[in-house]
């Protein structure tokens, strides 16, 4: 409720219509019976008079009803959509400041989840909310006290059907409210193996894995279906519940009342007027068991979205200079270790770039290369020592100065779904084609996009699945390099480009990008033997530092790699 409020309050005069809307909705429907009522005892003497007069009341009350229902349910939609859609629009601008490891902590498809789903069942609470919040108890007292001045003689019926009704409702509505936060987390789970099957789906195939994986879909589903019987046998038995004890109480009222016909025949009208109140009354506790039931799913929903609301980015810039800074970088005895990790990734890293040159890291899988690039471009902060980029500590540059500076090209970079021009101009937004041209010359893609028949503005589709491994990759260079950046993080950016068009794009950087900084991470020596200077990584520290030459004479590990890969390579020719 803490996160709900102030969004309810921007909507304040919706819901005040919604709730008053209530307040008529409710007299019109209440008073309905106690005017047939007075028909009925009209036309039990004839007073034909009172019989047209009040049937015209009647006419007109129950269209106040149809309206008055009217009104609030487009006004509590009016307040619903209204919140979801702020609540919505602040959630994506909170995750928007995020450090990088906040999104990981979270995790991207768990957010998602929360701007969507949990977004959604807070939509269904507040709907539900202003339509029914102050009907149900409106309903209940009114019809209640209304049964008790129509036929106070009956007073015991009234109050044993309550207590059956309620007890029976209080104890299968508490047991279901569990069953549908369970449900909450089965679906999830569904979610979560389909994603990650449909996600991998080249992988399945290729593995002949689609038995496995219709096992572990069918068993999260099952899991889902059970739960959701349990709540489907719960329901088929409480409404036969609760309208077998509707049933007696009226069965019992009418028999009494029948005993005494004859001496109060105006008993005849109250009776109908009091089945319609005990109806009343049974609808306001089947009403108010579902809110009871929609509000605990939603109460998660919101603990999940305030989560996200609360959490402070881990990482905040300055403001100031947003002008990019110069190409060198400095580590500074650096160590970090990864959220929630208990042993550092890199340990103690210190090295020097000077502006211009072209740096090659290497090292074995998992030595902590990628880790040192995402450094540089402050994905994350060093717990200790310091890391500089034109002479600034990076926590001293302003968020708009670090990326105008850093481009940082992945193995598997994200195009966004669109146009190649619109994912070029992400970057560099009054970029022409002429630009345009001159970054896809020197990522080796010029050639495929100009054949592509609307060139630049060729659609990219949702996770660019139109364009091949290599392609996805010259699409992503040509994007780190158009706003030519002082420094170039290439993180194994070439991997899925031949040998050749990996040499191509590497003389293109040199004779096109002098002054860049070039920071190279590759598998393969062959991808960065030309390199000003390698840093040889091992388990987090870096154990060598020189070029080819050097290294391959006095690094034991960098000879090991050379001396394997190259092994490798004559062997398959
Ligand atoms: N987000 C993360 N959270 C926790 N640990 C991580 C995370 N990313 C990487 N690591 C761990 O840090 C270590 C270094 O990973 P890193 O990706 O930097 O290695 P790498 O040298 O680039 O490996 P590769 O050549 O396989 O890409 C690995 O042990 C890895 O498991």
């Given amino acids: 409720m803490k996160v709900l409020m102030p969004y309810i309050k921007r909507y304040r005069k919706d819901a005040y219509i919604a709730l008053v809307s209530v307040i008529a909705l409710v007299f019109a429907t209440l008073w309905q019976p106690r005017l047939l009522q007075v028909i009925m005892n009209a036309i039990l003497k004839g007073n034909k008079t009172v019989i047209f007069q009040q049937g015209i009341i009647l006419i007109i009350l129950a269209i106040i009803g149809i309206i008055a229902g009217v009104i609030n349910t487009i006004y509590s939609a009016r307040v619903a959509l209204g919140v979801a859609t702020d609540l919505r629009a602040d959630l994506y601008e909170k995750v928007q400041t995020f450090a990088y490891a906040d999104v990981e902590k979270f995790s991207a498809s768990n957010l998602v989840v929360r701007m969507t789903n949990d977004i959604n069942q807070v939509q269904q609470i507040v709907m539900a909310g202003f339509q029914q919040i102050s009907r149900i108890p409106l309903f209940f007292i009114g019809a209640f006290t209304l049964a008790m001045i129509t036929m106070p003689q009956q007073w015991w019926v009234l109050i044993a059907m309550m207590i059956?009704?309620?007890?029976?409702?209080?104890?299968?509505?508490?047991?279901?409210?569990?069953?549908?936060?369970?449900?909450?987390?089965?679906i999830e789970d569904v979610n979560t193996v389909a994603r990650e099957n449909l996600m991998g789906i080249?992988?399945?195939?290729?593995?002949?894995?689609e038995p496995h994986e219709i096992d572990k879909f069918s068993k999260a589903s099952d899991k889902l279906t059970n739960v959701t019987a349990k709540i489907g046998y719960n329901f088929a038995i409480l409404m036969p519940a609760f309208f077998l004890t509707a049933n007696i109480a009226v069965a019992v009222?009418?028999?009494?009342?029948?005993?005494?016909?004859?001496?109060?025949?105006?008993?005849?009208?109250?009776?109908?007027?009091?089945i319609s109140y005990l109806m009343q009354i049974l609808y306001s506790v089947i009403n108010g068991g579902f809110l009871m039931i929609m509000a605990s799913r939603a109460n998660v929903s919101l603990g999940r979205i305030g989560e996200v609301m609360d959490t402070d980015p881990s990482m905040t810039y300055v403001e100031g200079n947003t002008d990019p800074v110069a190409g060198d970088i400095e580590f500074d005895h650096v160590t970090f270790t990864y959220p929630g990790d208990d042993k550092p990734t890199l340990k103690d890293v210190s090295f020097k770039v000077n502006a211009g040159e072209m740096i090659g890291i290497v090292g074995a899988t998992g030595s902590g290369k990628t880790t040192l690039a995402q450094l540089i471009a402050r994905l994350y902060d060093p717990d200790e020592g310091v890391i500089k980029v034109g002479g600034i500590d990076v926590k001293q540059l302003s968020e708009e100065s670090l990326r105008e500076t850093v481009a940082y090209v992945l193995q598997r970079s994200a195009l966004f779904s669109g146009t190649i021009s619109a994912n070029l101009r992400q970057v560099k937004a009054d970029a022409s084609?002429?630009?345009?041209?001159w970054a896809a010359n020197i990522a080796q893609a010029s050639e495929f996009i100009e054949r592509l028949p609307l060139t630049y503005d060729a659609p990219v589709e949702e996770r660019s699945s139109n364009f091949s491994g290599g392609q996805k990759q010259r699409l992503s260079i040509t994007r780190g390099v158009i706003a030519e950046p002082k420094i170039l993080i290439l993180d194994d950016a070439t991997s899925a480009l031949d040998a050749k068009s990996e040499k191509l794009v590497q003389e293109a950087l040199d004779k096109d990008l002098t002054t860049t900084t070039t920071v190279v991470i590759a598998e393969k020596i062959s991808s960065i033997i030309r390199a000003d200077r390698i840093l040889v990584m091992n388990d987090g520290e870096v154990v060598g530092n020189g070029n080819h030459k050097e290294l391959v004479g006095n690094n034991s590990i960098y000879q090991e790699i050379y001396l394997t890969q190259k092994a490798r390579e004559e062997g398959m020719s």
């Fill in 164 to 186: 059956i009704v309620l007890g029976v409702s209080w104890y299968s509505y508490k047991k279901m409210s569990d069953y549908f936060v369970q449900t909450q987390q089965y």
């Fill in 433 to 437: 084609t002429s630009q345009m041209q």
């Fill in 253 to 274: 009222s009418v028999y009494i009342v029948g005993q005494n016909l004859t001496m109060h025949p105006a008993y005849l009208a109250a009776i109908t007027s009091f």
């Fill in 202 to 209: 080249r992988v399945v195939k290729s593995f002949v894995q």
